[in-house]
């Protein structure tokens, strides 16, 4: 079991490696089904949501440990309509993309993350925030219990929408 003590800064634009590795962690949820840090960086579904960081619109918080170690990451990116993410739903609409390294996951590193990079966008004036969920992530309770809500369903993924005001 991890160390209680974490702290949620804002990511920097130095983070943008790290944010690669949430990403990654992001998509391999799954235990037992691993795909490999290359194949999907470079893969453009997946790197887009870290290629270029940090440009104007981009924001993000990273969770620290006790030593500084950085061990999740929740950052929200303005896709445009002709390159649109998982959980794109519309111009004006961040799309946020959270990852926490697998011994933090349920000591609510993910749930700090979420709600710092939600108020943070509601003090940006955005509306409504979205992101995309594969069915089976245990990851979908913490974003019901936060306010976000399935607004449509994809082929084995559900794009979720949480309204800020």
């Given at each position: ?37 290359h194949q999907l960086i470079t893969d453009s579904d997946h790197s887009r949501y ?116």
């Amino acid at each position: 079991m991890p160390p209680a003590a974490f702290r949620v800064r804002e990511a920097t634009q130095a983070d943008g490696t790290f944010l690669g590795d949430m990403v990654v962690e992001a998509a391999n949820w799954r235990p037992g089904a691993a795909r490999p840090k290359h194949q999907l960086i470079t893969d453009s579904d997946h790197s887009r949501y870290v290629t270029g960081w940090k440009q104007p619109g981009d924001a993000g918080f990273v969770a620290v440990d006790a030593n500084e170690e950085p061990i999740g990451a929740a950052w929200y990116r303005m896709l445009p309509r002709t390159d649109p993410g998982f959980g794109y739903v519309g111009t004006g609409v961040p799309e946020l993309i959270i990852g926490v390294r697998p011994i933090w996951r349920a000591h609510g590193v993910g749930r700090a993350l979420l709600q710092r990079l939600c108020d943070h966008a509601r003090t940006q004036g955005f509306a409504r925030i979205s992101l995309s969920v594969e069915r089976g992530n245990f990851a979908t309770t913490l974003y019901r219990s936060e306010g976000f809500a399935v607004t449509s369903a994809g082929h084995g993924r559900d794009t979720m929408v949480k309204r800020l005001r």
